[in-house]
């Protein structure tokens, strides 16, 4: 089964390179190390610049909000030049802690979707307990070709419609293996194959049968595994399907 993992944190992860080491022996075929903060899209850039099977995604997670300038936003849209960044984010809104406000953070998405306008890049979207709002900002901004993906998501099927018909990919993380979880199962079921992605969010939101543990990446093929079973195709086929979904979608 080939393996990609469209969302992890490897720089939040002390071990990081001895993880490296094991995609070639666990087929990944490539990771995406994902943008939070000015700092860690530096990071990013220069791990994926260390490592072939490495891109990654430059941008200002809603929780880092807070206090951001105009230089900090054209830091992020300079580094998405990068031959290595595929995407812009994880950028969105996240009414779960109240670490920044909902202005900062309307400004934050707003001023980043234009960046990915302009660099014609897709979006990775963080929406915590706030897909309404998010989904109105989208439709104001106006959606690129491009559009992105709904990162980890965790609303029901009538939200994720809306999302499908903006052209977003839905991101599927470990909680859809953890049981009774019928709604993520239903938008699993309902959503085409062709717009589901495989995430870990590595080291968070580890899934069965190692929840509780950090994450990894080469965890991703217990996700894979789930999704196959829920919408019966051949776990081999899915995983091509999904390594064909994450090229086209980041122009890898």
């Known amino acids: 089964m080939k393996l990609v993992d469209t969302h992890c944190h490897l720089n939040l992860i002390d071990n990081k390179e001895d993880i490296i080491k094991t995609f070639d022996e666990n087929n990944m075929e490539f990771v995406i190390e994902i943008g939070i903060n000015v700092e ?17 995604s430059v941008g200002i997670h809603p ?59 897709p979006l990775i979207l963080h929406i915590r307990e706030a897909y309404n709002d998010a989904f109105e900002i989208l439709v104001n901004e106006g959606i690129s070709d491009k559009s992105g993906v709904v990162h980890c998501f965790s609303s029901d099927w009538k939200t994720a ?19 009774n979880n019928h709604k993520l199962v239903e938008v699993v079921k309902n959503t085409p194959v062709e717009y589901l992605l495989p995430e870990t969010d590595s080291p968070f939101l580890t899934p069965v049968p190692f929840r509780g543990k950090k994450n990894n990446p080469i965890y991703v093929k217990y996700i894979i595994e789930k999704i196959a079973e829920i919408k019966d195709i051949p776990t081999e086929h899915l995983s091509e399907i999904f390594l064909e979904n994450s090229k086209k979608l980041f122009n890898i």
Do not use: H, M, W
Request: charged residues 30%; positive net charge.
């Open 161 to 179: 419609k809306k999302f499908l018909d903006l052209g977003f990919y839905i991101g599927i993380d470990g909680p859809i293996t953890f049981k």
């Open 40 to 56: 860690n899209s530096f990071e990013n850039i220069e791990l994926a610049n260390k490592f072939e099977k490495i891109y990654c």
């Open 63 to 121: 929780n880092d909000s807070a206090n951001l300038t105009n230089k900090d936003f054209d830091t992020i849209k300079i580094l998405a030049q990068n031959k290595k960044v595929v995407a812009i984010g994880e950028i969105g809104l996240d009414y779960y802690r109240e670490y920044t406000t909902k202005k900062e953070q309307f400004n934050s998405l707003s001023k980043q979707i234009q960046i990915a306008q302009e660099v014609k890049l």
